[in-house]
Structures are given as structure tokens and as C-alpha cells.
């Protein structure tokens, strides 16, 4: 299996409460979604530290080196299938990942009364959320980008855990 049912209900989890929070933009119900997404950003970093450093779960900050031969790889479309994440996808992932935990914590600084009602710290967390909802353009136009040049359905593989079917061998994701 390549996604563990715990790395798929908090990614699916936390997308079903990232697009809920962008329709429902204010309240109590808006607040506890928030706070429900960064502890599932918290649960993912928790368990990725569990696994072993093989597993696709494992989360590791890829070198740029590794990032540049990949987008040389993406612009030569020349991609090879990883398991979990490439270094493109798991930079995007860390990015989207901080992001929920810096609206997290915004969200509650907003609610104490050193900050209440402060101009600068609902700005923040505005831009942030702005700066999340591109990333997840950009995170989908990827899944899109490589399942087209792998030909692999990886939201598929994201629904059910396995590996989608292609005649391209897998490699691994990123290096130690």
C-alpha cells in the first residue's frame, strides 16, 4: 500500500476543512475547523516522524539539487513515477502544511485579548489563506501535470491507497 489510511483522512480530512473554512469565513464553526485542520497537519507530522525512512509517508525536506533535476525532468518531460511524494510535491506539501499551522495559530491569537480586533493580525491570516487557496490551485494543476505525463491516476491512489496501474517502474521519492 502507498498511502496508509491514516496519511489519507488527514489529507482528505484537512482538504474537506480547508474548502469548508473558504466558504464559511467567520465564527465559532469556522474557528474549530481551523483549529480541526492544524491538529491534523499536527497528527500527519507525528506519524511521518513514525515511519521509516523508505515509506512513502516519511516526510523529508528534499535538497535543491534534487528539486532542480526535478523540474529539469518536468520541463524535458522526462518524469519518472516516485513513490510518495517528488521533491516538487513535497515542498508544495510542507508549504500547504505550514500554512494551516500558521492559520491556526493566527486564528487563535485573533480570539485573545492582547490581539483582539487588531487590523495587522487579520491581515495576516487573510493573506495567509489567500496564499493557501493558490497553493492548492497549484498542488491540484500538479496532481492534474503528472498523472498526464506518468499516466497514473494518482488521485485514485490518493482515495484508495495504492499505487495507481502504469507501465513505469517506481523509483524512490527522495534520498537520504
Request: aromatic share 8%; net charge positive; glycine share 8%.
Amino acid at each position: 500500500m502507498l498511502w496508509s489510511p491514516l496519511v489519507r483522512l488527514t489529507h482528505w480530512g484537512m482538504a474537506g476543512l480547508v474548502l469548508f473554512n473558504l466558504f464559511n469565513e467567520t465564527g465559532k464553526v469556522h474557528r474549530w475547523a481551523g483549529y480541526a485542520a492544524a491538529a491534523l497537519v499536527v497528527c500527519r507530522l507525528l506519524y511521518a516522524m513514525t515511519q521509516e525512512k523508505k515509506s512513502a509517508a516519511r516526510i523529508r525536506v528534499p535538497r535543491w539539487a534534487e528539486l532542480a533535476a526535478h523540474i529539469k525532468e518536468l520541463l524535458s518531460r522526462d518524469v519518472h513515477s516516485t513513490e510518495g511524494h517528488n521533491p516538487l510535491g513535497m515542498w508544495a506539501a510542507l508549504l500547504m502544511w505550514g500554512l494551516v499551522l500558521s492559520l491556526g495559530l493566527t486564528g487563535w491569537m485573533s480570539q485573545l485579548d492582547r490581539f483582539w480586533g487588531e487590523e495587522w493580525l487579520e491581515e495576516t491570516h487573510e493573506a495567509l489563506a489567500n496564499a493557501l487557496m493558490g497553493l492548492v490551485v497549484v498542488h491540484w494543476l500538479g496532481v492534474l501535470t503528472m498523472s498526464s505525463l506518468l499516466k497514473r491516476n494518482l488521485v485514485r491512489a490518493m482515495i484508495t491507497g495504492r499505487p495507481a496501474n502504469s507501465a513505469q517502474p517506481i523509483k524512490t521519492a527522495v534520498r537520504d
